[in-house]
């Protein structure tokens, strides 16, 4: 089984800023950009509530992703949790376990997950990814629609992950130390509850959203 730790620091803009940071993402010749994809990722719990997925103990999210582009559509199932030690440093530290589908199996996989396993299903969102990547990085331009999110997760195996992540963190011109620690989900909800928005489980482009300011 390969690492299931992933690392990654994750940074917040208005949609405003979109525009800026792709041309400063393409300026680097190492990084390689790919094509903008549409993603649809819908949310679910245990269907028991005793092992809800998002008590304090757990605090995971399991998640399917529908993602689509004018070439190909794909189909991932993941699992991600933050662990007790997450924030201890400056970059977070997460378990992260991800498996491809085919496309075509979409539909019998969510007919197992409700009638089946009977999982609840908690939440949703869109989002358009632009990936910019090489064989040690991944950094994403994520516009969701209340902001932009910039990512930026090790992939490399043979450098410190920390240490890689904080060089790109370094070499964009970013603040460490105004990262964002937590999940979209939990920015979703910040800014309904500051903006005094409408919460939405299901985050899409056309519904009221709050908005991501300066």
């Known amino acids: 089984m390969e690492n299931i730790y992933g690392y990654e620091v994750r940074f ?55 993602i689509k582009s004018d070439k190909e559509s794909s189909c991932k199932v993941s699992w991600k949790r933050r662990l007790p030690n997450t924030i201890a440093t400056s970059v977070n530290k997460e378990e992260e376990i991800e498996l491809s589908i085919k496309f075509e199996d979409y539909e019998n996989l969510i007919f197992l997950i409700d009638n089946v396993l009977k999982m609840k299903n908690v939440e949703s969102y869109e989002r358009y990814r632009t990936l910019f990547y090489n064989d040690d990085i991944e950094i994403s331009i994520d516009e969701y629609p209340f902001g932009i999110a910039l990512e930026i997760e090790n992939k490399g195996t043979k450098s410190d992950p920390e240490s890689n992540v904080k060089q790109w963190v370094d070499i964009i011109g970013l603040d460490l130390s105004k990262a964002y620690r937590l999940s979209w989900d939990d920015k979703y909800t910040e800014l309904c509850k500051e903006q005094g928005i409408e919460h939405f489980s299901n985050v899409s482009f056309g519904l009221p959203m709050p908005q991501v300011l300066e």
């Open 12 to 66: 917040y803009y208005p949609l405003s800023k979109k525009d800026e940071l792709l041309k400063k993402l393409s300026s680097y010749d190492n990084l390689t950009v790919g094509e903008r994809k549409y993603e649809k990722t819908t949310q679910y719990d245990h269907p028991c509530i005793d092992n809800s997925f998002y008590s304090k103990n757990i605090d995971g999210r399991f998640r399917i992703r529908v």
